[in-house]
């Protein structure tokens, strides 16, 4: 079960990153919000989730497979995680924010996540009046 690929970069700066150079001015681990976004834009009332693929289930994701080991376990424990994700998200949405989970796997193509975070970013429907 291997979590982290060989790099130091963590998703998650790495996503930071890309905000800051997208001009977006943001906040981290909002701790009021459902699940503790992992990045808090609260001028826009958007937060993102950096998740990683095998803890929180990422479907289809080749880097999701429950180990061979304890298989029973580890598919009780994700689906878990997977259903409080869920909970959270609509917690959010009900308070009148928007949410995108970013997954690990994603975080490499820089050009897809870039495109990713600015579609999520200008959605004209959440726009300040
Ligand atoms: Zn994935």
New binding site residues.
């Given amino acids: 079960m291997s979590r982290i690929h060989g790099t130091n970069t963590k998703p998650e700066l790495e996503v930071r990153r890309r905000l800051h150079s997208m001009g977006f001015r943001f906040r981290l681990h909002c701790s009021k919000l459902p699940g503790k976004p992992d990045i808090v834009l609260p001028k826009h009332k958007k937060a993102i989730f950096v998740h990683g693929?095998f803890w929180h289930g990422?479907q289809g994701?080749k880097?999701?497979k429950p180990p061979s080991s304890n298989v029973q376990f580890w598919t009780a424990k994700i689906a878990k995680t997977v259903e409080r994700d869920r909970n959270n998200r609509k917690a959010l949405v009900e308070l009148g924010w928007q949410a995108l989970t970013i997954?690990?796997?994603e975080i490499k193509n820089t050009e897809f996540l870039e495109k990713r975070l600015r579609e999520f970013l200008d959605d004209p429907a959440s726009e300040e009046k």
Wanted: glycine share 0%; charged share 10%.
């Fill in positions: 693929c990422h994701c880097r999701s997954w690990s796997c």
